[in-house]
């Protein structure tokens, strides 16, 4: 296996756990352990994280708890952990734009021969300016889940991948009848 440098997790603890929460004023390492590990200090409290546990997660919001995931994730592609990178809904709890500035980071931080595989229900995502075959939505069809590629649907650089979601062109939207059935009639 290949161990991530503290430098590269501290690095990414700092730069993500300050961006998603400002009373966070730094992450510096928790010397005179025998496990490696860092302190989180927020408005003069401080959290400690070793080995990928929160001594008292309830000081952070759930967005800063999935913060430290994200942080993790984001310093094993800056450490040159080779492979391929899933990143499967950390975000459900962050802003999308906080969401769509970490990922560019992870697109530009993909090296020859490494692919990263992120899920997201953010619709700004489909908005970057990536290739449509690097879409694909995962679709519920007769109670199976079915893979539908973008660039079966819109193949020019020009055509708004958002747009043809919305309106149909790629089934990929929930049904919602359902919850519109319950509007009051006008």
Do not use: W
């Not at 899920?119 to 290739?131: Q, Y």
Request: hydrophobic share 45%.
């Amino acid at each position: 296996g290949h161990d991530i440098s503290d430098d590269a997790v501290l690095a990414a603890l700092n730069a993500v756990l300050r961006t998603l929460d400002p009373a966070i004023s730094g992450v510096r390492r928790l010397e005179g352990m025998k496990d490696p590990g860092f302190v989180i200090v927020k408005s003069g409290n401080e959290i400690i994280l070793q080995n990928g546990v929160i001594t008292n997660p309830e000081i952070l919001s759930s967005g800063t708890r999935e913060g430290v995931r994200i942080a993790l994730f984001l310093a094993a592609m800056m450490d040159g952990y080779p492979g391929v990178y899933y990143c499967d809904e950390h975000f459900s709890c962050i802003h999308s734009s906080i969401e769509i500035s970490i990922f560019r980071m992870m697109v530009s931080l993909l090296r020859r021969d490494e692919q990263l595989f992120f899920t997201t229900h953010n619709e700004a995502i489909m908005e970057l300016d990536l290739p449509k075959h690097a879409y694909a939505f995962l679709v519920r069809d007769d109670g199976r889940i079915a893979v539908s590629y973008a660039n079966r649907f819109v193949q020019k650089a020009s055509d708004n991948l958002r747009n043809a979601v919305r309106n149909g062109v790629i089934c990929a939207m929930p049904d919602t009848r359902y919850l519109d059935a319950l509007r009051p009639p006008l």
